[in-house]
């Protein structure tokens, strides 16, 4: 089969004809991919970035947000069948450890991560996963059309969720950064609270889109943002869901966060600080937000499903894989880069 | 009356002679002092290191940990009456804004604290404070008993009530700092879960006390902490309670906290700081405690009557007040120094 | 004045001219009434049904739902001033005992309830409350738009909110009784949650309307409703709230009821009965629901000051309050009865 | 191998001789049984009160509450292996439905339960189970000492676990039955919360134990216990856990709770009934409670294992196995009867 492989950090990945894989285990699922979601985090991993974190053996197929049909299952499966639609968590979990017991798939003991651990992904005609990862869908799902939520969608959705009870009438909520990850945020707090949604953005377009979809105001980041944001909440948001967390926007992110207030840290690359006494005196807290569980994407499944979550996507072919790679790299993707076979 | 007044920043206060307070408004509740607590703030507040923010008029008294009697009451009291044996929460709320009327009495809108603001303390023979101040006790409680409660007591026990629901059998909390707050966050931990207490300081002899009330594990800050609470804890806490929280202790406090786990900051002084990719990747948190709520203070109280939290207490006379000051700077004042009438 | 006062049980209220109230203690605040809400509660007492409950010394003022003007304060009132708009909530409580102080209103210890209790009602030109019943509103709101929110809205919002938490999507969650409570909850459930919201009601015009303002299906409640209900939700609802809880739909609501699941009380005059076995084996609840708090209140003129919640009314003179009682009493008010001065 | 089987119900079960059990799917575990507790259910069983609803082939193995170690283990396996010693969660999950991965273990999809579903149970030499069910313990632990901790133990555990945030100092928790689910919650109430416990049994000897175990007051029921609960709860309970639920204890239980109250029904057979105006007025509730979940049995191991929570246990071999049924149903059994190899 075709799949798209690293074979050396800082090069480009190739397309190389390899055998498909196997059911090894009772409890495998292979599965034909329908589509396969183009990440920054793709991006990162050739430029090394995950290398010592994760050590995989190179050359290794990369794709971490998948969906598609169930092309063969090992014994012990008995939530899926051959030819079902799914799409598939992007960390298989063990289903046997505490954290697993108690819903937090994530914290999983035993989880691996197809297309960023040591494990082959989904840029390729067909991945191997297992029975837990999969989310069965309505037979006539496009796989392509939802693929992008198997990862930065849950993400988004996970932190929104956990906000929920925190974001009643009266609150305010700041979504700062309005791309892939900030607008399925976006949607999903229109969806699930009567919050006031304030939106912080570089840019314009983003923050016109931010409006259709369900932000209440918008703020573009060109400098006065904080001060801006802190005169629409009245001294600093309920919760700031910051996107971005780098680049001093992290730092930016805490002054925005008013009294008794949540910093939802969700993007990545930047350093928080902020004196103790600040924690004391305002009780204010910063908040971890890993990739969502599988019932996260099952419920943001229904969310898509009624039309209140939606994505913009490109579709590439698996063999225009590169052009993908590179138009996201050069800013010239709008919405999500979605491989399909 | 007698009482003890700052006249200038970095100078002895002095003990003067001055009129008892009155009466002013409908809610206005005068005490007659029976035990007021001498706390690292009075010292604080010396240094001028609160001046900018609570910008005071000098001369004026501190004392912000107060017990006693009521003395007069103004027309729109009805939860006290004279000769009522009370403990004072530090700080009076309106009970009219929203944070009031959820419960979050330090979030109210219209608060004062008196010996901090620009209110007249407890270092005295009477108080002014309000209605919703006041906490009946049991007719035969000795005011010096308990006034510690009211500051030190409820900021520790309030951090510990939020993360009860956290620590369930099976999960690890760690305290560090077993001084006058951590003692009592020991205890409260002891007192309302089954987690597993590990208590870190530097001073042995705190640590033997700890164990004595209720510690599971101790460990001797002298270096090699973070290991060893990693080992007890396979990997990390659940919960890190920071009573230091300065000088490099709330870096370290961030190492000891496991995945999905939470640092509670108490102390303060220093400067937190994390790559952002420590919340993503581990979901990891950080969450600020001010001073506990009226409430807080009255399950406290519950908590000693039943003799599950105890207090060391040391006193001093009210015109001793200059020797307890200077004891509490050198290190000399074991558990709490209370001043009496 | 005029006012709306029950002489006797059994028997048309007259309205009489009585003095204006005035202020008594420091926290009263007399409001010029600009709308009262006419309540099925009214027609109750009247029947003599809360005459046992409440016992109030005849004639006295009835009218429980009102908002107007701030007409005079007491010296202690810090929240509102003469002339602001208001909206009241119904139980003025004391904010200084442990229910009011975590934020349970009507859990107070020391509350009155005028118009109901022994104390007189809003169908006049003024009446007497305290500061805390005062939310304050936009000045140019009018009180005769939102007064029925004061007691009909915040208690199925109260309800909704408690609910929020068990609602996340992918549940279901059934209304019973379209009428004004469950019109309210219907708007709150799609403001507030994803849920599928499924309404059931003997009256195909109510469930029109249901349709209108947020129901997913609606239910005729014409012998099939239970089954129909279980088949919409595959086995029984994530939450029934049960706005009619008599003549038998209380038991039909728990059969409505899925594993796991919680009933909502809201109506009363039937009898819940279940075997203790449908609480063990289906881990099954019914939850109490009393009339909401203030907080619920400010939120719920949130809602409806950003148009996500909206009443119908029908407005009548306070000279014609016996037409509104005889029109409500005969079915005849589509929406709510409001009494204008 | 030995096993208990019922041939017919009404009639004593038979001692037979019948093949040992095999591994049938991969995630199959066989567990060597070290202890089987004897359960009141096993006499329901016998009496065929679970006929209509489990419907079991006859002949079958009863015993629901099993330890003992690991013999065989199917090929997908990973959390135990052979020799390890195990207490048994009494329902295998089946890890893939929302239920089970939201931690909801009792509400599984395709759960079975051996020795009460059509599956032979655990009074036996062997059993079956999955690998969900098994909790690894510390190699020198005896199954016997713990086995009735499996079912009996986390039902109490289950219930206590939910309440413990309604269950703060000031509050107060009643505790109907201090049988062997009794004795254990009131065991699981002192460890996690520091509420006043208020025992009530008929059996004066009951509460002499539960006084020791953590009781703080106790209540004979003698007929004035509904009083007596409401003087020492100033007017009902915060929650009234109900072991009994039979014989209109259900309906003094919710005498015995307070306003915003919650009465938790453990035991069965009785018919809960109350006005729907009690849920209104009173803002009460009342709690469904299953077996716990198999993060709670691992929790209750952690109390257990340091002591916190123990069990009063009687061995009989299992050729006796008639022995410990009779006098169970003769109310000889002080504790737990539990059945060895």
Avoid at 93 to 106: F, H, I, K, P
Avoid at 122 to 142: F, I, S
Avoid at 146 to 158: F, Q
Wanted: net charge negative.
């Amino acid at each position: 089969m075709k799949a798209v492989r690293v074979h050396e950090y800082h090069v480009d990945p190739s397309i190389d004809d390899i055998p498909e894989p196997k059911i090894e285990g009772p409890l495998d699922v292979v599965v034909k991919i329908g589509g396969a979601g183009v990440c920054r985090t793709d991006l990162h991993i050739l430029e090394g970035q995950w290398a010592d974190l994760q050590n995989p053996d190179l050359p290794y197929v990369i794709g971490h947000e998948n969906a598609g049909w169930v092309h063969e299952v090992g014994e012990g499966v008995t939530n899926v069948a051959v030819g079902d639609t799914v799409i598939l968590h992007p960390q298989p979990s063990c289903g046997l450890c505490m954290a697993c017991r108690a819903g937090q798939d994530m914290q999983c003991m035993n989880a691996f991560f197809p297309g960023l651990s040591n494990n082959d992904g989904g840029m390729a005609e067909y991945l191997r996963t297992t029975a837990r990862a999969c989310v069965k869908l309505n037979p006539d799902t496009n796989p392509a059309d939802v693929a992008a939520l198997a990862d930065a969608g849950i993400t988004a959705y996970h932190a929104v969720r956990k906000a929920v009870p925190l974001l009643y009438p009266g609150t305010t909520a700041v979504v700062i950064g309005a791309g892939g990850l900030g607008h399925i945020a976006v949607q999903a707090l229109a969806a699930l609270t009567a919050t006031k949604i304030i939106v912080v953005d570089k840019n314009p377009d983003a923050l016109k889109l931010a409006s259709q979809i369900g932000a209440d105001e918008t703020v573009v980041a060109d400098g006065n943002q904080v001060g801006e944001v802190q005169e629409l909440t009245g001294g600093g948001a309920t919760v700031v869901f910051d996107f971005v967390a780098e680049q001093g926007v992290e730092l930016e992110a805490w002054q925005m966060t008013g009294p008794a207030g949540y910093q939802f840290v969700l993007g990545y690359g930047g350093q928080f600080q902020a004196p103790t006494l600040d924690f004391v005196a305002g009780e204010k807290n910063v908040i971890g937000n890993i990739v969502g569980t599988y019932n996260d994407l099952t419920e943001l499944m229904v969310l898509a499903q009624a039309g209140k979550v939606t994505l913009h996507t490109v579709q590439y072919s698996l063999d225009s894989a590169l052009d993908a790679l590179h138009d996201l790299d050069a800013g010239k993707v709008r919405g999500r880069a979605i491989l399909v076979p």
